[in-house]
């Protein structure tokens, strides 16, 4: 491979890299650069969400289990026995490329809560979301030896999804996820999202075919 076309690979995957935190919040989310720890007591806050980004075009080892798949809303019907409604669980398999998030709440109120809202629109569609603690729990312990960060190995309480007021939408693009979500500062409400890997996409990688196509003629004309 000649200078040119290694150099112009090299920029083409720099805004393939950059284009990955091409995402944006609303609310109370707010993304934040990845933290060295979520346990209990750690990263605490009564006024945001924190999201942040685990792994980019990473490819799964293992299946992963997700409790929702799909557009539409899950909820919860009845406290304390919980029931939820609207999860539609999932498994996104082994061998799939995928970027995955983390969706952080770790209040320090005591008393009635931290309780905060908000949306978060992804570069990729959604494969799954995981909210229901033990899948969470499940899936840091998977994700752990790939990424800086420490997480918990048990989670106060039921996780997300057990109060009236918990909800999770994903939009009909399946781009844009909007909860709700709420703790007591002694519980954790952790999600992860995981999503489609920010591949380039076929018209960028035809420009890429025919921009180093044309470097290599370029570069016969020059030494002719
Ligand atoms: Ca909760
Ligand atoms: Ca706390």
Do not use: C
């Amino acid at each position: 491979m000649n200078k040119l076309a290694a150099l112009s690979i090299g920029i083409i995957m720099t805004l393939w890299a950059g284009s990955s935190f091409a995402i944006s919040t609303t609310g109370s989310i707010s993304y934040v650069t990845t933290p060295a720890s979520v346990v209990q007591g750690a990263y605490e806050s009564d006024t945001s969400i924190r999201a942040f980004n685990e792994v980019q075009n990473f490819l799964l080892g293992a299946d992963i289990n997700v409790n929702m798949t799909s557009p539409g809303t899950a909820s919860v019907v009845t406290v304390p026995s919980i029931v939820r409604t609207g999860l539609t669980p999932g498994t996104v398999s082994a061998g799939t490329y995928v970027n995955s998030y983390f969706l952080h709440l770790d209040g320090l109120t005591s008393g009635s809560g931290t309780r905060l809202k908000g949306s978060i629109t992804f570069d990729q569609e959604i494969l799954g979301v995981i909210m229901l603690s033990n899948d969470v729990i499940s899936s840091s312990n998977y994700f752990s030896p790939f990424t800086s960060t420490a997480y918990p190995t048990v989670m106060g309480g039921t996780g997300s999804l057990d109060s009236h007021f918990e909800f999770f939408t994903i939009s009909p693009d399946s781009r844009t996820l909007t909860l709700e979500m709420a703790v007591l500062n002694w519980s954790l409400d952790q999600v992860r999202v995981v999503t489609k890997a920010s591949v380039p996409e076929p018209s960028t990688l035809l420009l890429l075919g025919s921009g180093i196509t044309f470097l290599g003629l370029v570069r016969r004309k020059i030494r002719v």
